[in-house]
């Protein structure tokens, strides 16, 4: 079974600081999806990045970027130029690829509440 | 439109009372579940329909009845819940199918509070 980690429960940066979120994960496949999630106070949940597990460039999006090492089985979020509104509970998620089986799951770390401060 | 969209937004129902949650997109999504969040927890999958048929059922208590009428719709019924079923209730929907790595992301709705007294 895949399973995620994030080991930071809770961070606080000031405004236009540069924070890192960490994620590591556990899978025996070769092949995979790897997403941040942000759930701000509004509940719904956003994606905010993805990777796939055989691309070896790292995915960016505007202020959000990854750092993937595949073989460490490393997903870590840097988010730059921090705004207030990026205050959220962020996820890492992973999924299988399609197996035939029907849809696969999204299994979600425990999450890392973030908090940007004026 | 990549709306999923929940009613209620809040819902309070009685330990004897019977009740259902609603979850509607129109992405042409195949792909729908259910999830069941707890303050400050990820979320956890209850149920997975494909094609309107449930392929994973996450071993939910059988007082949680999920029914999936067509490709763009999805209930939760509810029945005799217990109040630590009382958690934020989440609808998603993605492609069964990815046909590209764009297409892999799941879209979440706002989700229902629900409170059980």
């Known amino acids: 079974a895949q399973t995620v980690t994030q080991s930071q429960p809770e961070m606080s940066v000031q405004e236009a600081e540069t924070v890192t979120l960490s994620c590591t994960y556990d899978?025996?496949?070769?092949?995979?999806?790897l997403f941040w999630y942000k759930q701000p106070p509004s509940r719904q949940m956003i994606l905010v990045i993805r990777?796939?597990?055989?691309?070896?460039q790292n995915a960016t999006e505007n202020r959000f970027s990854v750092n993937f090492q595949k073989a460490a089985k490393s997903f870590s979020l840097k988010i730059s130029d921090s705004q207030l509104g990026d205050t959220a509970m962020y996820f890492c998620a992973f999924m299988k690829p399609w197996s035939g089986m029907g849809a696969q799951k999204l299994v979600f770390g425990q999450g890392t509440r973030l908090t940007i401060n004026p | 439109d990549t709306e999923v969209t929940q009613t209620p937004k809040h819902l309070v129902m009685g330990m004897t009372n019977k009740k259902s949650l609603k979850c509607e997109q129109h992405?042409?999504?195949?792909?729908m579940y259910w999830y069941k969040q707890k303050a400050k927890k990820p979320p956890e999958l209850m149920f997975v329909?494909?094609?309107?048929?449930?392929?994973i059922n996450e071993s939910v208590p059988s007082r949680f009845s999920p029914e999936c009428p067509n490709s763009s719709l999805l209930n939760l019924h509810l029945h005799a819940l217990q109040p630590e079923d009382s958690a934020l209730y989440l609808c998603a929907s993605s492609q069964v199918v990815p046909d590209r790595q764009d297409n892999t992301e799941a879209f979440f709705g706002q989700g229902t509070r629900l409170t059980v007294v």
């Open positions: 329909y494909s094609y309107e048929k449930l392929s």
């Open positions: 990777q796939e597990a055989y691309k070896q």
């Open positions: 992405m042409g999504h195949r792909a």
């Open positions: 899978t025996s496949e070769s092949n995979y999806y």
